[in-house]
């Protein structure tokens, strides 16, 4: 079973909703990093709901989902992008005591979704207080408060995978025909019958066959989702020229290179002397300038 998004709309019964499953890239994601079993659990379903919020976007950027702040669990990141790209990050809190489950993991803090579009446009973030017995049911919160359209957010991972489902009501008629109207409570009443290990063993597929074979259903073409980090050599060029040409060579002295390593899939980035100065050279005359006339 490849890793895939499936998207799909159910219009008798006026909801949308996907299905994912992360089994490949869920593993190369968590084992770059020795985490406790309750923070890559939880790294894994918010990778799995990161790829579920992205098949509700209406156009090509990326989706993060943040859990900021809590005291046992400084940082959590998970992000997809339209274009099926994944990558995902956890980072301890203060609390040295071991945390497991999602309430202490995730006491005090606050979920965070960012959407950025690819081309220009507004980047939109919502906060909420991080509320609930596991993430599906914080994220559930935060579509009752931002979209304010009724939400299911199922969602499992243990050491191998990462899966999750997600319905939510169309808003209005949806605009596909006539709708059930007691569609919402009859998709909610399915999914109510989806155990965390049948999310995690069945693929997509079968899971919204099984779910849903009486009901009409206009699939998406499934994306495939796999790991693929953003940094590049640029990037942290970038970065260094924030930090300025002193700051820069200081990093320089001790080893002979500045080392930049990506926290997200571990590439590391080496700066020696010369090409931190090139970083910061003046930048050269534009084509078709006075320069190019000598
Ligand atoms: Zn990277």
Redesign the pocket.
């Known amino acids: 079973m490849d890793d895939r998004l499936h998207a799909f709309v159910l219009p008798e019964l006026g909801v949308r909703g996907a299905a994912v499953r992360i089994a490949a890239g869920h593993r190369e994601i968590v084992e770059r990093q020795p985490y406790a079993a309750g923070v890559a659990r939880l790294l894994g379903e918010a990778l799995a709901a990161s790829a579920l919020l992205i098949a509700g976007l209406k156009f090509n950027g990326r989706l993060s989902i943040q859990l900021q702040g809590a005291r046992a669990l400084g940082l959590l990141y998970a992000e997809c992008t339209s274009a099926g790209h994944l990558?995902g990050i956890a980072r301890g809190g203060e609390d040295s005591a071991p945390a497991d489950g999602f309430a202490e993991l995730t006491r005090d803090g606050l979920l965070v979704i960012t959407l950025e579009p690819e081309d220009k446009g507004e980047r939109y973030q919502g906060v909420v207080p991080l509320e609930g017995t596991h993430l599906g049911e914080a994220l559930e919160g935060y579509f009752a408060q931002s979209e304010q359209l009724p939400t299911r957010v199922l969602l499992a991972a243990d050491e191998h995978v990462a899966a999750g489902l997600l319905l939510q009501r169309l808003p209005g008629e949806g605009g596909f025909g006539p709708v059930d109207p007691d569609g919402w409570n009859r998709a909610e009443h399915l999914a109510a019958t989806v155990a965390p290990a049948e999310l995690l063993s069945c693929d997509p597929e079968l899971l919204l066959h099984r779910l849903f074979h009486d009901v009409p259903r206009i699939d998406a073409e499934p994306l495939p989702l796999y790991p693929r980090?953003?940094?590049?050599r640029e990037k942290v060029a970038d970065v260094l020229r924030r930090i300025g040409r002193e700051e820069s060579l200081a990093a320089v002295q001790q080893s002979g290179e500045a080392v930049v390593t990506?926290?997200?899939?571990?590439?590391t980035y080496r700066f020696d002397r010369i090409d931190i100065e090139a970083l910061f050279l003046p930048p050269p005359p534009a084509e078709g300038g006075p320069a190019s006339l000598q």
């Open positions: 990558r980090c953003r940094c590049s990506c926290e997200f899939c571990g590439k």
